[in-house]
């Protein structure tokens, strides 16, 4: 039962967080990962809008789970589902690792009374790769959730989505 209300907790604690306008970007570059718990943040650590641009018509396969019931999936479904979502987690996390080791050389560097225009160059590239990679990362995991779905169950994900981005004020 614990275990359940996790699972639906921490994507709604997402979703909440986009909604409400969360920077996890500016989280990760000022070194605070105690604002939302790990779990939640594994996906949002970048600058790309994909909240805004990708998630509110992919979400994806924590959403799917979430969304179980509604969408009629069958127990395959959800452990194919859940492997999705195990594997989103694993490659955003080694993201969000080299994102904010990136941000922590990055400040350094900063700091520095004379700092190197190499030095300060390279860092920022590499953050600019560490969001970039969380960008990207997410993608093939959302669309394959969906893929997983028969054209019923696609029916219902995008009447879900759709009110989901009415709930959110997007069109």
């Known amino acids: 039962m614990l275990e359940k209300i996790a699972k639906t907790l921490v994507p709604a ?20 990962p105690s604002m939302m718990s790990k779990k939640v943040m594994y996906f949002m650590h970048h600058s790309l809008g994909f909240p805004h641009i990708f998630f509110r018509f992919h979400p994806g396969p924590h959403w799917d789970l979430m969304h179980a019931a509604a969408l009629h999936l069958t127990p395959r479904q959800v452990a194919q589902e859940r492997t999705l979502a195990m594997g989103m987690m ?21 700091r520095a009374a004379n700092p190197s225009i190499r030095a300060l160059v ?12 969380l960008g ?16 019923g169950q696609q029916a219902i994900y995008r009447h879900l989505a759709q009110e989901m981005r009415m709930q959110a004020g997007h069109r």
Do not use: C, E, W
């Open 13 to 32: 604690v997402a979703l909440t967080a986009l909604a409400v306008g969360f920077n996890p970007a500016h989280a990760a570059m000022h070194g605070r």
């Open 136 to 151: 990207y990362v997410m993608i093939p995991f959302h669309l394959r959730g969906y893929r997983l779905l028969n054209p």
């Open 122 to 133: 390279r860092d920022v590239t590499a953050v600019g790769r560490a969001q970039t990679y």
């Open 90 to 110: 694993r490659d955003t996390s080694r993201g969000i690792r080299h994102l904010k080791a990136a941000y922590r050389r990055y400040r350094l560097a900063a």
